[in-house]
């Protein structure tokens, strides 16, 4: 499988690049692409038709083509060589369902697409419940199924994002690339690094991504009491600003395990912390700051040893926290060029709202502030 | 970036510019410019990141340390209400052992009131018998001697005089033997009853073969008793039935039940002829005049009832479900 990682600033730049790699490699079929919230989309579903290219993508916070991190509004698109019955892009509106019913019909409809197959999905990064996704669509296919991916991201402006195929344009759903493993396979880690620190807090109040209330006061005062650095004039901005999303909140789940919750921002009216994923009633969670920066190195290893269990791949794609860009700015360079460099192969990601994917030992979970890898190998 | 940074890069750019360099010096040199530039980015993010993580860590640590401190305030609050609590109780301990003690001393004041009355009984019982037999004596020698002397009036009187003295007599008996219960013969000590019932009916053989009366025990413990009081139990309750039983033959059955802290005995007559002799009310109160004129049956029942709390049991009359009347009573196991 033939593939090529590129990055463009503007569409023109995009147009010619998808050009020039078709004219090189005519067989290159499909596009998997992260934008910028700033470019349109119908202008890049145009391009990729009339280069006879299927579309996969989705907005982004910041792009990442081979070893190199933008956080300048750019176009990363990986083109693939894919032979067109080993993949399959679906697209499912939310059509007013919840994310579960949503979730579960998308993973009805590829229940048998192929015999052996992953996933790799692609969903809204704002007023999607990501947790009640993954249920859904495991509901419908499974658990054994690879499944990895991210939630849409809008530049931190957390208003509207989008994911896209050559044909459909969602707000309000998700889109997948369904991958026959026989004819292409797919690895993956996610891995995250951030440290708990403190005593164990209780959720005692909570809405879906809204944490209302934890041990019996009201959330945003407990967080403002322990991360002084915000206030009342600032925890009410975007995520962008507030930098809230570096300090998660790192919830123990029933085996164990732990799950990280990036506080996006906070809510003045309600005293709430609006968080980038579920959380619930019950939870016990820590507190968590960043880790230092000897934690880039340490992600770096870890996928050096998913390198060795996977040591072949053609072409790369990262979801990346947008919690570790705030966390190690201009330093995520090296984790971007270290992961790249074990491979050395075409490689495209984005920062993200959220990351889907599998820790090591652990199943198919949905996390913030990890980098996620997931590498494709054409075997057919 | 910091001020002397800035400076730095900024110094180098106006040399870069105003320096007279051949292209490929110039070219190197701007390539060092964004690279320095570039590290200077990084080590200044590095060092604002640090220290912000600093503070934070520093106020998180403090946070924590405060909620500690709060957990700790509230466990000192939980323990000083617990210690208040254990004093409260401590006091009312206190309360409770002094008046433990009170009515320690009281019941104390109040064996010794007993024990007193018990002796004065046993003393006025058995001091009463020596006028009593000068009275009994002397009737009978009067009778003797000067009965054909006395006209009917007289011997009817002196007739009189006798049957109340023996009355009189068997009264300060029973009494006697009543006192007696708990002060002779009374250590407690592990006693056969099985012994003890048939020592009961060989003292009372005569009014069994007058009576044509059998009197029957299943096994019987081996217990802590007074063997003396048990025997008078045994004696006195079976005594009541042979002599105060209109019946003419009576077929009566003890047996014994083990409970967890003390032995339950029941006492039964084939033909119900107890509630004949115990009625229901029997043994509630003390009263040596009962109904029917037979003063010393009510020193007898006394006397069983006395027997029973020296056991610190209880002794009562009951119907069974085929209302048959039995007699039930209780001594703790020890």
Avoid at chain 1, 15 to 36: D, G, N, V, Y
Avoid at chain 1, 102 to 122: D, P, T, Y
Avoid at chain 1, 148 to 161: C, H, I, Q, S, V
Wanted: charged share 25%; proline share 2%; aromatic share 10%.
């Amino acid at each position: 499988m033939k593939a090529r990682a590129i990055n463009a600033k503007s569409l023109e730049e995009f147009k010619s690049q998808i050009e020039e790699a078709k004219r090189q490699h005519p067989t290159f079929s499909l596009c998997i692409l992260f934008c910028s919230i700033t470019f349109s989309v119908k202008d890049i579903q145009y391009i990729c038709i009339q280069n006879e290219l299927d579309l996969f993508g989705c907005t982004s916070s910041g792009e990442i083509t081979d070893g190199q991190f933008y956080t300048s509004q750019t176009i990363s698109g990986l083109i693939l060589s894919m032979p067109s019955d080993s993949y399959r892009v679906v697209e499912c509106d939310r059509m007013g369902d919840d994310s579960f019913d949503m979730a579960f019909r998308a993973g009805k409809s590829v229940e048998n697409l192929f015999a052996e197959q992953s996933i790799l999905l692609l969903a809204q990064g704002v007023g999607a419940n990501a947790d009640l996704i993954i249920q859904g669509l495991q509901h419908a296919i499974g658990k054994s199924t690879s499944l990895f991916g991210g939630l849409a991201g809008d530049n931190l402006a957390l208003k509207r994002t989008y994911v896209f195929s050559s044909e459909a344009i969602y707000s309000d759903g998700l889109m997948m690339l369904v991958l026959d493993n026989q004819k292409v396979q797919l690895h993956g880690l996610a891995t995250s690094g951030w440290e708990a620190i403190g005593v164990f807090h209780e959720v005692t109040e909570a809405e879906n991504n809204v944490l209302l209330g934890i041990d019996h006061q009201p959330a945003l005062d407990v967080f403002l009491r322990y991360f002084g650095s915000f206030d009342d004039a600032n925890v009410g901005l975007e995520a962008s600003e507030n930098t809230s999303a570096q300090y998660p909140l790192q919830i123990l789940r029933d085996d164990g395990s732990l799950v990280l919750r990036a506080p996006l921002f906070g809510d003045t009216n309600r005293r709430a912390l609006v968080l980038a994923g579920g959380i619930k009633k019950g939870d016990k969670f820590r507190f968590s700051i960043s880790p230092g920066f000897e934690v880039i190195n340490q992600t770096v290893e870890e996928f050096g040893a998913l390198q060795k269990k996977a040591p072949d791949a053609d072409a790369l794609i990262l979801f990346s926290c947008i919690g570790r860009l705030g966390a190690f700015g201009p330093l995520m360079e090296d984790e971007v060029r270290g992961i790249f460099e074990y491979w050395d192969k075409p490689m495209i990601g984005f920062f993200s709202y959220g990351e889907i994917g599998a820790t090591e030992g652990a199943q198919c979970d949905f996390h913030n502030e990890t980098c996620t890898l997931v590498s494709l190998k054409d075997i057919s | 970036m910091d001020k002397q940074s800035e400076k730095i890069i900024a110094t180098f750019a106006n040399l870069l510019e105003k320096g007279n360099w051949d292209e490929a010096t110039k070219a190197s040199l701007q390539s060092l410019h964004e690279e320095l530039k570039k590290n200077l980015h990084r080590n200044q993010f590095k060092l604002d990141r640090t220290l912000k993580d600093k503070a934070i860590a520093i106020r998180l640590l403090n946070q924590t340390i405060s909620d500690l401190q709060k957990h700790q305030q509230l466990l000192e609050k939980s323990n000083q209400v617990l210690y208040d609590q254990k004093k409260e109780i401590e006091t009312q301990k206190e309360i409770v052992e002094e008046q433990s003690k009170q009515l320690a001393n009281r019941l104390g004041e109040l064996q010794m009131s007993y024990s007193e009355l018990e002796r004065f009984a046993y003393f006025a019982s058995h001091d009463l018998r020596a006028p009593l037999r000068t009275i009994t004596s002397f009737s009978e020698i009067l009778g003797i001697r000067y009965l054909d002397k006395l006209d009917k009036d007289a011997r009817t009187f002196l007739s009189f005089l006798n049957s109340g003295a023996q009355q009189m007599n068997n009264i300060v008996d029973a009494l006697l033997e009543y006192s007696r219960v708990g002060r002779m013969d009374d250590e407690f000590k592990e006693t056969n009853l099985n012994f003890t019932f048939e020592r009961a009916l060989y003292d009372l053989r005569k009014l069994l073969a007058e009576k044509n009366a059998s009197i029957k025990a299943a096994e019987l413990p081996t217990a802590m008793v007074s063997k003396g009081a048990m025997r008078k139990l045994f004696y006195h309750l079976f005594k009541n039935i042979l002599v105060y039983s209109s019946a003419n033959s009576l077929m009566v059955k003890l047996r014994c039940e083990e409970k967890s802290r003390f032995y339950k005995f029941l006492l039964t007559e084939d033909n119900n002829a107890l509630e004949e002799v115990f009625p229901s009310y029997f043994f509630e109160d003390f009263r040596i005049d009962t109904p029917g004129g037979f003063p010393d049956k009510g020193i007898s029942i006394a006397i069983c009832k006395k027997v029973i709390l020296l056991h610190y049991g209880i002794i009562h009359v009951e119907k069974n479900d085929k209302d048959v009347t039995r007699v039930i009573f209780t001594i703790e196991k020890k």
